[in-house]
C-alpha cells in the first residue's frame, strides 16, 4: 500500500520470516497518509530487544526503553542516504514521576497496548507491510487536521509535559487545529511545562518557529497559557498599544511581533526567533505624553539586547545562535537613508556582521510587513545596492593588498609598534578613498616611510 524503500521492505520480511510481528509507527505512516516521504522510521515489535540485534548483528542498543538502532543506506533514486531506523519492542509505561520519564517500563503483549500510551491519535497509527490498524481513528483526524489525544487528555500531559508544546508543533507543523478537549487540558496542564527541561522546550519552540505556521503556533501558545511560562518577554507585549499620532503602527506589540513573524521570509529559526522578539524592549520603554497622546518607545533596542542574551541563556542556544540572536535585536533599529555615508553604512555592517546582512534584511523585511506597511521601498531598495557597493572596500587592515611583512621588508625593520601605524595609516586613506587597494600603489606609499621619523 504505501511506497515503502527496498530496506525497510526487507526489514519486515526479516521479522516476519523468524516468526515476529513487526509494525511502522508515528511519524513514518503518518507522512506517509499525508502523501509525504518520511525521513525516519520507527518500527514495533513483539520482540525483545536481544532478539532484535540476533536479527541485525550492526545494530546497537544503550538504552532504558529498549530501542534498538539499526544503521541502513536509504536510496532516494540518486544516492544512498545513510540513516536509523530505530526498532522498540512493544511497551507499556507506568508512574511518571517526574512528568516526563516513565519510573517504569513494562513491555506489552499486543500492539493495541503499545499504541494506547502514544501521545495524539495521528500517531496511534501502524502499518505491518500490507495493512492500516488505527484504533484510535487517527485516519479521520488526518482528514479533519485535527489533533487529539489520545485517550484522557489530562492523563496523556501529565504523563508527559512536553505533549504540551508537542501537539502545538504538530498543529503549526501540519497547518492543524487541536480538538477542543485536548486544547481545554494543555491550558488546564499549561503549568506543567515548567517540569520540562530548557533543552526538551527549545527544540519544540524551534520546531515550531521553523514550521510553515510559526506565527499561528505562537497565537496556540498565548492562547493556551503556555507563552507566559517560556517567554514572558513575549506575552506581555501583547499588552502594549502602539498606535498613536505621527505613528505608523497599528497593531500592539506583540501583535505586531507575531504579524512579523508571519511574513519573515528567512526559514532560518534562528532569524526567525529574533523576527518575534525584536521589539520587546518595548515593553519596558513605554511611555505616552498625557497631552498629545505621543507613544515613544526610547532606547527600547538597547533593552531588548539585554533581554534577548537572557532569552539565549534560558533557551540554552549555542554560542552562535546566542551571538545571532542578538546581534539582529539589538541593531534592527538601523537608518535607511539616501544621506547616509559610507562610513555609516560600514558602521552598520561591522555592528550587524556581513554573515548576518541578509538575515537582518529580511527581518527589516518582517518588521514593514508587520507593521502593516510595503515589504519595502526605494530607500530600503538603495540601501541594500550600497551594502553590496560598500563591501567591495577593505574593512579591516588585513583586507588590505599588503600586510606587516611588507612594511617590514620595505623599511627594513623588526616586528614593533610602527609596523601597526603603518597599516592604519594605509587602511585610514584606503577608507578615504585618497589611495587605492591596490598592491603597487601601496607599496609605494610604504617607501615614503624609509625616513624613521617621518610622520604617520
Known sequence: MFPLPEVIKNIFSIFKKNGFEIYLVGGAVRDFLLGKNPKNFDFTTNATPEQIQSLFPNSFYHNTYGTVSIPVAMDDSSSLQK????????????D???????KKIKWAKTLEEDLARRDFTINAIAYDGKKIIDPYHGQKDLKEKIIRCVGNPDKRFAEDALRLLRAIRFASQLGFLIEEKTREAIVKNNYLITKISWERIRDEFL???KSDHP????????NTGLLKYILPELDVCFFIPQKSPKRHHIYDVGTHLVMSLKYCPSKDE???????????????TFKKDEKTGLITFYNHEVVGKKL????????????????????????HQFTVSELQTDKAIRRFIRNVGKEYLLDMLDLRVADRLGSGTKATSWRLELFKKRLIEVQKEPFKITDLKVNGYDVMRILEIKPGPKVGKVLKYLFEKVVEKKLKNEREVLLKEIEKFKDQEAQI
Do not use: N
Open 270 to 284: 534562528i532569524t526567525r526567533f529574533a523576527t518575534l522578539i525584536h521589539d520587546i524592549g518595548k515593553a519596558k
Open 83 to 94: 540513516t536509523i531506523v530505530e526498532i522498540t519492542p512493544f511497551r507499556k509505561e507506568e
Open 96 to 102: 511518571y514521576t517526574d512528568f516526563r520519564h516513565p
Open 215 to 222: 506565527a499561528e503556533g505562537v497565537l496556540f501558545l498565548r
Open 308 to 331: 534577548a542574551e537572557k532569552i539565549a541563556e534560558r533557551f540554552k542556544l549555542s554560542s552562535k545562535q546566542k551571538e545571532k540572536l542578538v546581534r539582529l535585536v539589538a541593531y
Open 207 to 209: 520546531k515550531i518557529l
